[in-house]
């Protein structure tokens, strides 16, 4: 298997200098867009499928590797409907984002969500079914036999009875002159016999051998180093700069202001960044120059009080969840800010000129440094060009741009020379993008079989799809939910599974000044540790056993109920725990999975040390099973180290962190023993990178609880033991 970053545009698929690049057959992948439907103009589609004489298969596919074996999973469903030969594979990303490499529903070229598989999968499947069928065809008429009595299979089209076969490759050229099939028939589930297996992914061997190409390893002729200084108040921007502070510098070539500070640009990183750090620059007084994170906390519990708060979700009566009769179960929780710490830090290379940019940089959000080059450059889209390499890790973080920015600009103040800029830890934990802090309020009524019978839930913070140009009210609209709704803020809640027959979610909007950017599982990493945490308190007040209240509200919810059980089982939950061990247990839903998780922790005079985890998913066929449990693995690891250690606080209108002394990542020895079972009961396909992350955080919780009796609401736990 063989993967290439990045070797192709589309002119050079359809229309390259050679007669193997020119003779081929290439088959887009389409989709049933809601625009198409409603008789809108159809998409034509860039995204597409190649087979060349030599019966190589190229794929082009804008969706970043990041490490979660995306291009892997995907390479496997190719192969399996094409019948191709998977040693023939190779994986290309596009050089421009276009419009046709959007996610519909999104509108931009972006590689979020845990779509990369669920949204991608049946394009793929039906492009590789219409070629088969035209490599079929061809080959039909060259045996004179029925198509039906022929098959595809590593590379071959096959003739059942005399086992004659002819190689893709010598098919091509007949194939090119067949028309694509509208309505190809997909393989049927016997004959699929690569996905569901845990095959090797792709790019295994070049990172383990070191020829894995990163942004940061990216090297050109003549490249120049950039280093950033940033303003430390985050609504702050530049008021002066003094480039002569460091102009004698060595190996100082050129500063170059970019918003919100400025680059230094210099023959290597470290002296670079030791101008930057020298550099006389001022910068602008702004009114958060004083903010701490005493005053955020003072501003949200004022938002939980307040009385005009509207209503994002109802269902049921609204007045039953204000209702004092029954037993009242409150609590309030808190999450903090929270940073990406990708292991790769920020950077990208740019070479930058007003007739040309060309970027080679590690992105999920290709739409967006487009968007950042144009408001920033005026940069149009027909003359960017982005390489994009592997991501050494992306979280949300590397969905923006303004790396990109950076880089471009100093390049043009070197003329257009290659620069690579580079941003240090410090610069990531302390101006970069942050996942939101949020508080939430919790009311629940109990009946006196100890059911839920109303809730209501009140969260204060930010909307952090405001950042995105995102308009709550018409998403509302769109989505039949009720005002002020913001996805990026309430999911997890507003759409989560238990029956409840009255329900009342409600958005108190609290606007904060540092940048926010999603982090994995966006909302639903708070919203699943304050509703599966409240979970626990009512059944704790019921006087009932945390899995057994959770099933009397799983009603209808078979998915729900599968992930329980399994994961039930797999804990033995219902003997008596281990000596010495604490269980707590956490169910959420996100991204079209289920995730259930069991925690087992002991505490010490360390603190709490996390001694096993175990999970069960859905997410529908597993494409690759392995790579599955290696996403929960790394997402359940991910996700403890911020409910344990992780927070981000502000003084003086600055991020008091820095560095991973003070921002600790989880070490190999605190890493548990992940146990991840996938339960397929025949759902729709749903993601994996992101559904591991939110019941971790109270699974801890609720086995702390049931370790002490003390209920822990707000994080990181260790600000608590």
């Known amino acids: ?125 039906r492009a590789a079914a219409q070629a088969r069928e035209m490599l079929t065809r061809a080959a039909s008429t060259r045996l004179g036999a029925d198509p039906a009595t022929l098959r595809a299979e590593k590379g071959f089209i096959v003739h059942a009875g ?24 997909l393989r049927p589930e016997n004959e699929r016999t690569l996905t569901g297996r845990s095959i090797p992914r792709l790019d295994t061997v070049a990172k383990v051998t070191g020829r894995a190409v990163y942004a940061i390893d990216v ?32 190996g100082v070539v050129a500063v170059a202001p970019v918003p919100r500070g400025a680059v230094v640009v210099a023959e290597s990183w470290w002296r670079a960044k030791q101008a930057a750090d020298a550099l006389d620059i001022t910068f602008t007084k702004t009114p958060a120059d004083n903010l701490s994170t005493e005053q955020i906390d003072a501003m949200f519990r004022e938002a939980l009080d307040r009385s005009d708060v509207p209503v994002t979700t109802l269902r049921g009566d609204a007045e039953a969840t204000r209702s004092s009769e029954g037993r009242i179960v409150e609590a309030d929780y808190a999450v903090p800010l929270l940073a990406h710490a990708s292991m790769e830090p920020i950077n990208c290379t740019a070479e930058s000129t007003e007739d040309r940019t060309e970027l080679w940089v590690g992105t999920q959000g290709h739409d967006v440094i487009r968007m950042t080059l144009e408001r920033g450059l005026q940069v149009p889209a027909e003359k960017l060009t982005i390489n994009t390499t592997y991501l050494g890790g992306g979280f949300g973080r590397k969905t923006h741009g303004e790396i990109a920015l950076q880089a471009a600009l100093a390049s043009r103040a070197v003329g257009g020379r290659p620069v690579k800029v580079l941003w240090a830890r410090e610069d990531d934990v302390q101006q970069g993008q ?41 998403f509302a609209e769109r989505t039949g939910n009720l005002a002020n709704y913001d996805p990026f803020s309430v999911a997890g809640l507003s759409d989560m599974r238990y029956v409840i027959p009255n329900f009342v979610v409600e958005h108190a909007v609290v606007d904060l000044p540092m940048p926010l950017c999603p982090w994995r599982s966006i909302a639903h990493s708070f919203n699943g540790f304050f509703f599966e945490s409240f979970m626990d308190e009512c059944a704790a007040a019921a006087g009932r056993d945390p899995l057994a209240f959770r099933r009397t509200h799983c009603l209808g919810q078979a998915r729900m ?13 219902r003997e008596p725990a281990p000596t010495g061990l604490a269980r707590g247990l956490a169910v959420v839903e996100s991204y079209g999975s289920y995730v259930a998780q069991v925690v087992e922790a002991k505490l010490a005079k360390g603190g709490v040390t996390v001694e096993r985890v175990h999970a069960a998913i859905d997410c529908g066929r597993a494409i690759n099973p392995s790579q599955v449990e290696a996403q929960i693995q790394g997402s359940v690891v991910f996700a403890l180290g911020a409910a344990l250690k992780q927070k981000v ?18 070490r190999i020895d605190e890493s548990p023993s992940v146990s991840v079972d996938i339960v397929e009961i025949g759902s729709p396909l749903g993601g994996v990178g992101e559904p591991g992350v939110p019941p971790a ?13 003390r209920r822990i609401r707000s994080l990181p736990l260790s600000d608590h033991l």
């Not at 002569?244 to 510098?249: E, I, T, W, Y």
């Not at 109920?561 to 939950?573: K, P, Q, S």
């Not at 600055?654 to 600790?664: G, I, K, L, T, V």
């Open 1 to 125: 298997m063989k993967q290439r970053y990045p070797t192709f545009s589309r002119r050079s698929f359809l229309a390259g200098a050679s007669a193997t690049i020119a003779t081929a057959l290439v088959v887009p992948l389409r989709f049933e867009t809601a625009l198409a439907q409603q008789g809108g103009a159809a998409r034509k589609p860039q995204s597409f499928i190649r087979i060349d004489t030599k019966g190589r298969v190229s794929f082009l596919l804008p969706t970043s590797e990041m490490g979660q074996g995306t291009h892997t999973g995907q390479a496997q469903i190719l192969a399996e409907e094409l019948g191709a030969d998977w040693s023939s594979i190779v994986v290309d990303m596009p050089k421009q984002p276009l419009p046709d490499y959007r996610i519909d529903f999104i509108g931009q070229m972006r590689s979020v969500g845990s779509f990369g598989i669920r949204y991608w999968h049946d394009p793929l499947r």
């Open 162 to 185: 005399s086992g004659r076969r002819i190689p893709f490759g010598e098919l091509v050229e007949d194939a090119m002159a067949l028309p694509v099939p509208e309505q190809p028939t």
């Open 219 to 250: 090297r050109r002729d003549d490249m120049l180093y950039g280093a950033v200084r940033l303003a430390p108040v985050f609504s702050a921007d530049v008021e002066s700069i003094d480039e002569s502070s460091v102009a004698g510098l060595p």
């Open 434 to 474: 942050y996942r939101q802090t949020m508080m939430c309020r919790l009311r629940a009524t109990l009946d006196d079989a100890g059911n839920i019978t109303a809730m209501r839930i009140r969260l204060a913070g930010p909307q952090m799809g405001l950042q995105y140009g995102f308009d709550p009210d018409r």
């Open 561 to 573: 109920l599968a992930v329980l059980d399994r994961v039930a089982e797999m804990a033995r939950w």
């Open 649 to 666: 606080t502000i003084r003086d209108g600055r991020a008091e962190q820095s560095n991973f002394h003070d921002y600790p990542l989880p």
């Open 697 to 709: 955080a109270p699974a801890l919780a609720n086995a702390l609880f049931a370790a002490t009796g």
